[in-house]
């Protein structure tokens, strides 16, 4: 059994004492300090007589009886503290044995404020220091930190213990130090350049290691010849940890991981899963450069580490896995994710001001990450691969082992471009939202030819501040900008020359600039050619239909054009483009739940989805790869939802063949099956789907199931799963996604989370209080609501149930129910009479 307390004694070397003084103020929070000296080089010790701990502020004051001198020594503190269970600062995760024995790990998470936890420092990013570890464990548990093993020997007090030292790290923050005792087998790699890989693995499953120590290997040559900066560190561990709250966290050298960002079971995982990890390595070692080697001066800075690795995760992942057409997938996954968010008048600026650490926890959301990496994809077009790579690499010269401002880039990469870069980007980082492109287009002759003139002009406020690069692509090279241009003006005038009548013209081609377009009613009808006969690329009929079904929820435009426009994709082959449409016709389910023709919108995403189902069938075909896997999961998983009856009844055949063991599930159909048979099922299926939870010996599996129980229809049972998911059985950073599952199916199913959310509100709050996991739980809870008086009533609940962290996602909830509440009562009507028309045969 593992102690709950750990011990520590710390040495600060060459701490600089700038004038006299006799107290010592350092960050501290659940650490209680025994004594603390002060040694002057080449003087007399001094202990500390006193320690003032202010709890609130995280800190400790220790008062010395003299004051100290001017000048340089050695601080040295023994203390004890406590291994937590809420997954920050130094705390222990729960792991079961093979043979069914549940042991404990202990682990650090340190971002953004929580190295304090686990030693008093001064815990800010820009207070960087060296460490020198050493740690006294058991003699069979793996013991790892950032650097490589230098020394293992006996601890002679003690000979079940030894003593481990590590090598001394380089000059780095706080956040970064990381620390891991348990046991675990690994797979080991080196890179062509020579920096040893380990991918540490549960006991028992280093094979499920194999995929990710593959992707680190590549990735980490990828990035030193992106940047021409090598990885600085000898060695670099992966490692999956049992309980953890993010989905990874780049500490230098030891990156720790859930075990569903980390772990490939080439048999049991599913393709998302592979892409998943894939993108995950990719993101966490870009940091190894890119937020450790230079660190952000400040939390306000956030984004540039967080921004920027979730863009080049992508570029790193499409030279690893070019089949992916993993950029695609950036504008549903990213792109329009950001758009939607910061649509709100509750989101805020990339840089957001933070004043008490305690407000980082906000901030790790879609902007930072995904309006981030939106931003800097736009930039990289707008500057160019070999000018933007130039000024990273004197970014990272300039700044190694330092810290570093937005500004800073900014320099670097005008100085690498000579374009206005500061001035441009400043539009983006600085405000919130986003402007909204209108367009139309008018035919002018110009002897002899006939040229196209495109009138653009922004709306939305502030708009003379917005600065953008604009490209134009048309029908005769619809992968090529033919015209590109910046701007800076509230309205402008563009001129395609010798552009006949029959032609199409495409504002953003690629989807990469940072807004919506509304289009004249003319020149939308003239694209939909373009999405019928594919002329127009997968990411540009993503994005149209994109832009279209949000300017529907502004109320820009009528749903009924949008269900018109998702009409013209019936000869769609593309997963992203139907994975996008598939997002957003769910996001109308929901809505129209709360109307009495629910079952019209089910008919019409039956009768979209059928064709492409019946084409691509059950089963995997010779030739297909990993995007034909995506898309038959989405797919099916869409029609049983929906009610194809068809779909249900070989699901339900498919299930049981699966559970009697005759012929197990291939991994990509596992989740559209249980969804099916869930959302159509009873409490038989339902015991049968948490037997198989329980039996799954992956977490990939168990959190597949977990992500679908909330499809049960009957109230009794929705009981059940909201219970399940507080229940140990369920490990504590997925008992949201099962709640989030429930709130997601149904009209009951978000009555019947809220409820329990406000019942348990205690103990969830308690779990998950600092983090953003109650953010996300708020979010996933109450979001759907379209009735007025719910945002009231979630408003008025966290008013007196105070959760700082998550105080902005709680206003952004409230207007989304709002908007969700207007949507319907503005077009309910239209698209009912829409869906009813679309039935009346033609006379």
């Known amino acids: 059994m593992l102690q709950r307390i750990f011990c520590i004694r710390i040495f600060c070397s060459l701490i600089g004492v ?152 380089p000059i780095m923050s706080t956040y970064l130090v990381a620390i891991v005792i348990g046991e675990y087998d690994f797979v080991e790699g080196q890179t062509s350049d020579g920096v ?57 050298g030891l990156v720790t991981y859930r075990e569903t960002a980390l772990l490939i079971d080439p048999k049991n995982s599913c393709a998302s899963s592979r892409q998943w990890v894939a993108l995950v390595v990719g ?33 790193c992942v499409d030279h690893c896995f070019p089949e992916y057409d993993i950029w695609t997938q950036f504008v549903s996954a990213d792109y329009t994710r950001a758009l939607d968010l910061d649509a709100l008048d509750n989101s805020h600026p990339i840089e957001v001001n933070v004043g008490h650490p305690s407000e980082v926890d906000e901030i790790f959301d879609a902007i930072s990450y995904s309006k981030g990496a939106s931003v800097i994809r736009m930039l990289h077009n707008y500057i160019g691969d070999e000018d933007f790579r130039k000024g990273m690499n004197a970014y990272l010269l300039k700044f190694q082992h330092k810290n570093a401002s937005t500004e800073d880039l900014w320099d670097c990469l005008e100085q690498a471009s000579g374009k206005p870069i500061a001035a441009v980007m400043n539009s983006w980082t ?23 003139r495109i009138n653009v002009c922004m709306i939305g406020e502030d708009c003379p501040s917005w600065m953008i690069p604009i490209s134009i692509c048309t029908s005769e090279d619809p992968s090529c900008s033919k015209i590109k241009v910046l701007l800076d003006q509230p309205e402008s005038a563009v001129t395609i020359p010798n552009l006949g009548p029959d032609k199409w013209v495409k504002i953003n081609p690629g989807t990469i600039g940072f807004y919506r377009i509304q289009y004249s009613s003319a020149m939308l009808e003239s694209l939909l050619p373009g999405i019928r ?65 629910h079952e019209e919108i089910q008919e019409f995403i039956r009768n979209l989805f059928t064709p492409i189902g019946l084409k691509l069938g059950w089963d995997s075909k010779p030739g297909e790869g990993h995007l034909d896997a995506l898309l038959r999961g989405l797919v099916l998983g869409k029609l049983g939802k929906a009610g194809h009856k068809a779909t249900l009844d070989e699901a339900r055949r498919r299930f049981k063949q699966h559970v009697e063991g005759k012929q197990i599930l291939p991994a990509d159909l596992r989740s559209p099956v249980y969804l099916t048979v869930l959302k159509h099922g009873d409490s038989s299926t339902l015991d049968t789907m948490l037997k198989l939870h329980k039996q799954a010996d992956m977490q990939e599996e168990k959190n597949r199931i977990e992500r679908v129980l909330g499809a049960i229809s009957a109230p009794e049972l929705i009981q059940r799963v909201l219970t399940f998911a507080l229940s140990d059985e369920v490990r504590p950073q997925d008992t949201v996604s099962v709640i989030g599952g429930v709130a997601g199916s149904s009209k009951q199913g978000r009555k019947a989370a809220w409820k329990f959310v406000k019942d348990n509100w205690e103990e969830l709050h308690n779990r998950y209080q600092g983090g953003f996991l109650i953010s996300r739980l708020i979010k996933l809870t109450v979001d759907g609501f379209a009735i007025d008086k719910m945002a009231a009533e979630v408003k008025s609940f966290f008013e007196s149930h105070h959760a700082p962290a998550a105080e902005r996602t709680v206003q952004q909830c409230c207007e989304n129910i709002l908007l969700n509440a207007a949507w319907l009562k503005r077009d309910a009507e239209d698209i009912h009479q829409y869906l009813v028309q679309r039935k009346v045969p033609p006379v």
């Open 18 to 169: 700038r004038q006299g003084t006799n107290q010592i103020v350092m960050n501290c929070a659940d650490i209680d300090i025994i004594t603390a000296s002060f040694a002057p080089e080449g003087g007399e010790e001094i202990n500390a007589t006193g320690f003032n701990y202010q709890n609130e502020d995280e800190k400790v004051t220790l008062s010395f009886p003299s004051a100290l001198q001017k000048g340089l020594g050695t601080l040295k503190i023994d203390f004890v503290g406590e291994l937590n269970d809420k997954m920050k600062g130094f705390y222990r995760s729960k792991y079961a044995t093979p043979s069914g024995e549940i042991r404990y790990a202990a682990v650090t998470q340190f971002e953004a404020t929580d190295a304090r936890r686990a030693f008093p420092c001064w815990d800010e990013p820009a207070i960087k220091a060296t460490f020198d570890i050493t740690l006294i464990v058991p003699k069979d548990r793996v013991a790892l930190s950032n650097m490589n093993v230098i020394d293992r020997k006996p601890y002679p007090e003690d000979d079940s213990l030894v003593e481990v030292k590590f090598a001394t790290t």
């Open 533 to 597: 006969d594919l002329t127009l690329l997968p990411v540009d009929r993503l994005g149209l239909q994109n832009d279209l079904f949000s300017l529907s929820r502004a109320g820009m435009i009528s749903t009924v054009e949008v269900l018109k426009l998702m009409e013209a994709f019936e000869n769609e082959p593309n997963y992203t483009v139907w994975s996008d449409l598939s997002c957003n016709l769910g996001v109308l389910s929901s809505l129209l739940s709360y109307t009495d023709f």
């Open 283 to 315: 993101h966490e070692l870009a940091h190894q450069w890119f937020g450790n080697l230079v660190t952000m001066e400040w939390w306000t800075h956030l984004w540039l580490n967080e921004g920027f690795a979730s863009w080049i995760e992508y570029l």
């Open 196 to 252: 040893t890989v380990r991918v540490y693995t549960p006991v028992g499953k280093a094979e499920q290691g194999k995929f990710a120590l593959e992707v680190a290997t590549k990735t980490l040559p990828f990035y030193k010849d992106y940047f021409s900066v090598p990885y600085p560190l000898p060695k670099i561990d992966l490692i999956a940890i049992a309980d953890f709250a993010a989905g990874a966290m780049e500490n230098w």
């Open 430 to 452: 600085k405000q919130m939202g986003f402007p909204i492109i209108v367009v139309d287009q008018e035919q002018v002759w110009w002897f002899p030819l006939r040229h196209s």
